[in-house]
């Protein structure tokens, strides 16, 4: 029963960069391993980030990203706010796609349990 809100897509140039966030209503998301997808025209969707709840201490990494946004894309959370985010550096036409807000089955986002609207970023060369 959990619904997420995405906004912040747009149009940006190359080497720019753009904030996603993700507002959460209906359940509060501290209690869910929170995540992002995108799917690019004519293509599967892709594994973005994810970030683990925030119920209990944790020793091992609290985000994890797919191999081609690493060390450009950073995502956070804002329990407070019920919002997630998506830092998205160093953009390349490659990034244009939906991105979705989704809530993850369990750590890791192997299975996803509820999906967002999507929100489309597209990036210039």
């Known amino acids: 029963q959990v619904q997420l809100v995405e906004s912040g897509g747009g149009l940006v140039q190359a080497g720019g960069s753009l904030r996603l966030s993700c507002a959460a209503s209906?359940?509060?998301?501290?209690?869910?391993?929170m995540g992002w997808f995108r799917q690019a025209p004519g293509k599967e969707r892709e594994f973005v980030a994810g970030?683990?709840?925030?119920?209990?201490?944790?020793?091992?990494?609290?985000?994890y990203y797919g191999d081609s946004v690493k060390g450009r894309f950073f995502m956070s959370r804002d329990n407070a706010k019920n919002t997630v985010y998506l830092q998205m550096n160093i953009l390349k036409p490659e990034d244009t796609a939906v991105y979705y807000c989704?809530?993850?089955?369990?750590?890791?986002?192997?299975?996803?349990?509820?999906w967002g609207q999507g929100t489309q970023v597209t990036v210039s060369s």
């Open positions: 989704v809530v993850c089955v369990a750590y890791g986002c192997g299975e996803v349990d509820t």
């Open positions: 209906g359940r509060t998301i501290s209690t869910y391993h």
């Open positions: 970030i683990r709840w925030s119920g209990r201490s944790w020793s091992g990494p609290t985000t």
